[in-house]
C-alpha cells in the first residue's frame, strides 16, 4: 500500500486504476487547508453526484431507445431523417443574407461577363469586317474568282441548265409549260 501511495503521489494527475473510484483515491495530503470533516462531506457529495449522472445516463439510454421505437413505428428512417435535416439546411442557407448577398454578387458578375464576352464578339465581328473590306483581302477574293472562272469549263454545270439534274420541281415545271392533249369524252 505504501508503494501504491508513492507512485500515486509521484503522479498527482493519473486518473483511478480500472475499478477504484474516485471518491476513495483522494490523496489525503490535498490540500492542507481542509479538514477531516469538509474532506468527508466533499467525498459524500461526489459519490452522490456520481450515482446522478449513471442515473440520468441511464435514463437519457432508455428515452432514446423509445425515441428509435416510436421512429421505428412510424416509419421514420435514418435515410429520410437525414433528407429532412439536409432540406432544412438548405432553406436555412437559402434564406440568411450571406446567400443573398453572394446570389446577388455572381448575377452581377454574370450580367458583367455576358456583356463583356459580348463586347469581345462584337469587337472580332467588326475586326473580321474591317480585314474583309481591306485592299489585300479584295485583291485575293478577286483572284480567287478569277482562278475559278479559269478552271470552271464553259457549259458546265454552272453555265448550263441542259447539264443540270432534273429536280422535282424541274419536272413540275416542265409539265406545267409543255400543251396538255386533251382527251374527247363519251
Do not use: C
Not at 421512429?71 to 433528407?83: A, F, M, V, Y
Not at 429536280?167 to 406545267?176: M, Q, R
Request: net charge negative; aromatic share 4%.
Amino acid at each position: 500500500m505504501e508503494d501504491a501511495e508513492k507512485g500515486f503521489q509521484e503522479h498527482p494527475d493519473s486518473a483511478p486504476e480500472f475499478g477504484e473510484d474516485a471518491a476513495t483515491s483522494v490523496d489525503p495530503s490535498l490540500p492542507p487547508a481542509m479538514t477531516e470533516e469538509e474532506r468527508q462531506e466533499l467525498q459524500e457529495d461526489l459519490i452522490k453526484i456520481e450515482e446522478e449522472i449513471q442515473t440520468l445516463s441511464q435514463v437519457l439510454a432508455a428515452k432514446e431507445r423509445r425515441v428509435a421505437d416510436i421512429k421505428r413505428k412510424l416509419g421514420i428512417s435514418p435515410l429520410n431523417e437525414l433528407k429532412q435535416n439536409i432540406t432544412k439546411t438548405w432553406q436555412e442557407v437559402t434564406t440568411s443574407t450571406a446567400y443573398k448577398r453572394t446570389s446577388e454578387t455572381l448575377s452581377q458578375a454574370g450580367q458583367k461577363a455576358t456583356a463583356a464576352f459580348t463586347n469581345m464578339g462584337s469587337a472580332i465581328s467588326k475586326k473580321l469586317e474591317d480585314v474583309r473590306n481591306a485592299p489585300t483581302f479584295k485583291s485575293f477574293e478577286e483572284k480567287v474568282e478569277t482562278l475559278k472562272t479559269k478552271i470552271t469549263p464553259p457549259g458546265g454545270p454552272a453555265n448550263s441548265d441542259s447539264s443540270a439534274p432534273q429536280t422535282s420541281e424541274s419536272l413540275i415545271n416542265e409539265s406545267e409549260d409543255s400543251p396538255t392533249q386533251d382527251t374527247p369524252t363519251h
